[in-house]
């Protein structure tokens, strides 16, 4: 297995620019989820999804969008960048049924707005 | 709402020293506690858990025991390693729409 997989491991964008940040699982797991994290506040939550169909804002879902076509995949959109938006992005995923619930994690993206 | 209160960083000690990074819980129901640890440029690996009260999880020397009646899950180590410089996590999940609560995590720096 492959785990959770996220591309590009690397970006810069131009404030106003749109991306699309790729995530996917080969784990079969119903629940997926964006986080962001920034120096001294830890991980917040952007988006999630327990299902194909079914997304969900989370803390901080201002300036993203997100789609579940597959259960695979939860790519992540920016609608027009800016530099607040810069940070490091993190895919996770999990079993939705069964404890203990542990999450499966991507590598990161590194995105810088200027 | 579920929080997670982690002791604040950073930590820095010297090679084969004793480890406590403390964490404090507020859950409505009864979660599933976790330590995640990120080495530099990587993204969140498990490092151990617990699933109910008095329960130990442990890994690479590390232990935490899930405290009920403290509402803690402090991580603790006996003699810490150069290798061991990373941050800290700690978390919780409930089944509860999957979501999983995070602290803000503890940057350990080990000294040789």
Redesign the interface.
């Known amino acids: 297995n492959a785990g959770v997989t996220q591309t590009p491991k690397f970006q810069v964008l131009k404030t106003g620019q749109s991306m699309t940040l790729q995530c996917a699982q080969d784990m079969n797991h119903e629940y997926m989820s964006w986080y962001r994290q920034d120096p001294g506040m830890g991980l917040r939550l952007i988006h999630y999804s327990v299902g194909a169909g079914i997304t969900d804002q989370g803390e901080v879902p201002n300036g993203y969008n997100v789609s579940r076509s597959t259960t695979e995949d939860f790519p992540l959109r920016l609608l027009s960048a800016a530099p607040s938006q810069t940070s490091v992005y993190f895919c996770a995923s999990r079993l939705l049924a069964g404890d203990p619930y542990e999450q499966y994690f991507g590598p990161g993206t590194r995105l810088t707005v200027t | 709402g579920n929080s997670v209160t982690q002791m604040e960083g950073p930590v820095t000690l010297s090679e084969e020293a004793f480890l406590t990074i403390n964490c404090t819980y507020t859950a409505t129901g009864y979660p599933?506690l976790?330590w995640?640890v990120q080495y530099p440029g990587?993204?969140?690996?498990?490092l151990l858990?617990?699933?109910k009260a008095d329960d130990k999880g442990s890994n690479k020397g590390f232990e935490a025991t899930y405290r009920k009646e403290t509402t803690s899950f402090h991580l603790e180590k006996g003699s810490v390693q150069v290798s061991d410089s990373a941050v800290y996590?700690c978390?919780l999940?409930?089944?509860d729409?999957?979501?999983?609560t995070?602290?803000?995590?503890t940057t350990l720096t080990v000294k040789p």
């Open positions: 599933s976790f995640y990587e993204g969140l690996q498990l858990k617990a699933t996590f978390a999940s409930e089944s729409a999957g979501k999983s995070f602290g803000d995590g």
